[in-house]
């Protein structure tokens, strides 16, 4: 049988459905349809994921769980003495839920569809791209988890061309909400997708155990967790608040016994009681739908309907909330922990276009790995090798497609998933433009616009008129003596100041300062210098395209408290990979220790390449 899948790989839960010549269903994995997001390391090296690992997993050491988010966090997971990077767990379950499409099937599928948050951004995007290839998996599309539930509701109720739905999507560890229009049959992307990272149904469950350890007196919080007989009482408490949340969805209350080490213990539970232990996070998602709703430039009576997706939309007071916010329709499939996978088994079994539409960009989460790419291989393999960093670079907006005008050529990318996919620019390469293209003078200059991150946050803090920080990690200060931004990374982790086009699907064509002798060119006050080897500074183009330079020694040979002009030539990224035909993010400065500078004055020169004073390409390698 000839047919496409979509896969969702949730916090949670894993979902795969399949669309072919009989239509699209749920490939029932599962008596649930959907399993577990989890990973056993059994005793005899096997690596377990699913119901098997779940059924399996007696020693807490030895199980992971929520690994997806932990996705581009360079420090490996350890079960059972064995090291794994998150994407490697990924794609062990990748692979056994593609075992069971397939024996359900008969045969595999002839593509496959993935999902990713929308807020991804494309750091966090690239290493979900190794998902799928540890997976073995060569011929794979992505789209984003808003874009196929509203692909699943559109089959169900066809949308007029122009019509505009607001896509509320909470899973089990994030919440994303997207403005999509339907335009010539294909979803288009409004605004900024926002979403928090780290809100979702484990968060519900976490602020019930929470309740619950305080009306038992924290006899939760005081069990010992290195004690196996405690360890294991808390695996079994935290199922049992789980199933407390799903029940609370249909019943008034529950009652549970509490299986605690020293006796069980019993408690009672109301849904108003569980209402008042989330309404803040669920506030935050409809202030989050309003921002998302003010990007596209929409208002709230623009929208049609409102769509709830993912698990976690299930609890009652979700559409409560959503709908005494907005005063609007809202649509809910029967299970929308479904809604996912059947909208991407449906894009599945389409051809590809011919030109897509820009990809939308998610906002990245996570410290970077060891740079470079790991090697493919069974998820056993450690954490990536080392070789060069992957870049961060958050996410400020999926907008409509618009060509903005600038003194140098620009153009949209395509959204396709590999290296070259934009369009090329329509002026000639060899034309020099007129003076320097300036980035940064006492602000961020249009179309730019300034941000730090950390990991915190990698959706990234805007730098505003007052600054902008992370606490502890990074802290950005306008300089009005310099004209400039102080930037003070003032802790040992990773963080990063960036200035990017503030619409994703717009991008630059450097090409003429290329060709040209350009050169990236910034004055600089250090004030202290990194006080260990992981900086480096970047230039970005259309994801997966980007350049980064180590800069530890740039950055420490600069004069302490005195301004001093830094030239790096632009063929120096062109050499590491940059595609000057479509560059959105021109100066990112990354750093995971300590370090306080001084930036001004940051912008694209032609000829400053061959001055004297420019940085040589072999002393940044």
Not at 79 to 106: E, H
Not at 181 to 189: F, L, S, T
Not at 228 to 257: G, N
Not at 565 to 572: A, D, M, Q, R
Request: hydrophobic share 40%; glycine share 8%; proline share 10%.
């Amino acid at each position: 049988m000839r047919y496409g899948v979509g896969i969702d790989l949730g916090t949670s839960f894993a979902s795969a459905a399949i669309s072919g010549p009989d239509g699209t269903r749920m490939v029932p994995m599962s008596p649930a349809m959907v399993v577990p997001s989890v990973a056993y390391r059994a005793p005899d090296g096997e690596l377990l994921t699913g119901d098997a690992a779940l059924n399996a997993a007696s020693d807490p050491a030895r199980t992971a769980r929520n690994f997806k988010r932990r996705l581009g966090d360079p420090t490996p997971l350890v079960l059972g003495g064995s090291t794994y990077s998150p994407a490697a767990l990924m794609a062990a379950q990748l692979r056994d839920v593609l075992a069971a499409v397939t024996r359900g099937a008969g045969s595999p599928p002839e593509s496959v569809v993935l999902t990713y948050p929308a807020i991804w951004g494309p750091y966090r995007r690239e290493h979900f791209t190794e998902v799928p290839r540890l997976a073995g998996v060569d011929d794979f599309r992505l789209i984003t988890e808003p874009e196929a539930a509203a692909t699943h509701y559109s089959s169900e109720r066809r949308l007029g061309d122009g019509e505009v739905v607001a896509v509320y999507d909470l899973g089990g560890g994030t919440f994303d909400t997207t403005i999509l229009r339907m335009r010539a049959g294909r979803m288009e992307i409004l605004g900024t997708p926002e979403g928090i990272e780290h809100l979702g149904g484990i968060d519900f469950d976490e602020a019930l155990l929470a309740h619950i350890d305080q009306r038992l007196d924290r006899a939760i919080s005081d069990l010992d967790v290195t004690d196996p007989e405690a360890a294991a009482a808390l695996a079994a408490i935290q199922a049992i608040c789980v199933r407390a949340k799903e029940e609370l969805s249909i019943e008034p209350d529950v009652r549970l016994t509490i299986p605690l080490p020293s006796g069980p213990r019993e408690v009672t539970i109301t849904r108003l009681e569980f209402n008042e232990m989330i309404k803040p996070s669920v506030r935050l998602t409809t202030d989050a739908l309003h921002r998302t709703t003010a990007s596209a430039g929409l208002r709230v009576d623009d929208l049609s309907a409102v769509l709830l997706a993912g698990g976690s939309s299930r609890v009652p007071l979700v559409a409560q909330q959503v709908a005494q916010e907005f005063n609007k329709p809202v649509r809910v499939t029967l299970h929308p922990k479904f809604t996912v996978a059947l909208g991407a088994a449906l894009i599945s079994a389409q051809p590809r276009p011919a030109t897509p539409p820009p990809n939308p960009r998610p906002a990245p989460v996570g410290p970077p790995p060891p740079a470079g790419r790991p090697p493919a291989g069974p998820p056993q393999s450690a954490a990536p090798r080392p070789s060069r960093r992957k870049w961060l670079v958050p996410a400020i907006a999926a907008g409509a497609a618009l060509i903005i005008g600038i003194a140098v050529t620009t153009f949209l990318t395509t959204g396709d998933d590999t290296p070259g996919a934009a369009e090329k620019p329509v002026a000639a390469k060899s034309s020099p433009p007129n003076g320097p293209l300036k980035i940064y003078d006492g602000k961020a200059v249009n179309p730019f616009v300034g941000f730090v991150a950390s990991d915190v946050n990698w959706g990234g803090t805007k730098l505003s008129a007052s600054g902008a920080e992370q606490p502890p990690m990074i802290k950005a200060t306008p300089d009005p003596g310099s004209n400039g931004v102080r930037v003070a990374w003032t802790a040992d982790s990773p963080g990063q100041f960036y200035l990017q086009t503030s619409n994703q699907n717009d991008s630059i064509d450097l090409s003429p300062y290329v060709d040209n002798g350009g050169a990236l060119v910034f004055d600089a006050v250090l004030h202290a210098p990194p006080t260990g080897d992981t900086t480096q500074i970047a230039v970005h183009c259309h994801h997966p395209c980007k350049a980064e330079l180590p800069a530890t020694g740039l950055f420490t040979k600069l004069p302490v408290e005195q301004q001093a002009t830094v030239k790096i030539p632009l063929s120096c990224f062109v050499s590491e990979g940059l595609d000057p035909r479509a560059v959105n993010t021109p100066f990112v400065v990354y750093s995971q220790r300590r370090m306080d500078v001084t930036f001004s004055n940051v912008r694209l020169e032609t000829g400053a390449a061959d001055d004297a004073d420019a940085t040589p390409c072999t002393e940044l390698r």
